[in-house]
């Protein structure tokens, strides 16, 4: 009987050790792109895409390249294998997902952060949404 439980016990410790190492390797901490050049393996870097310089998608290698400017005002090429996103033109920032090699940011994933339609709206006069004189419901 003891050797059941130490059985059942060992098989319960081995699927725990297995849990908490995957969940150590999934978590990627975001970082400036300086920060990330002198990280080994995966980052994240948010930015913004710099227009000026342009963005390339070649659909015969399916590669997307652009350029990115992060909040400390350091730049990089980021490559992307995979199509160009959804909105990426109209993306008020960009969070990148991948590793740095030879200065140039492999992406392996992008998440593009659209305006809100919902955002910069100033509040409007209440009296402004109520009915006019003679319309709504009216008691005759």
Known sequence: MKAKYLIGGLIVT???VIGLI?????????????????????????GSWIKENGADYDSEHDIFTF?????TDHMIKVVHNGPRPNNFELAESIVVEGRIENDILQSR???TKCPSKYEGNTMRDPSAYAPAAGEGNSES
Do not use: C, E, N
């Not at 150590?24 to 870097?45: E, L, N």
């Not at 350029?67 to 909040?71: I, K």
């Open 22 to 46: 995957s969940l150590d390797g999934g978590t990627i901490a975001y970082s400036d792109i300086q920060t990330a050049r002198s990280t080994p393996g995966f980052v994240k870097v948010k």
């Open 67 to 71: 350029h990115m400017r992060d909040s």
């Open 14 to 16: 081995v699927f725990v």
């Open 109 to 111: 994933h992008i998440l």
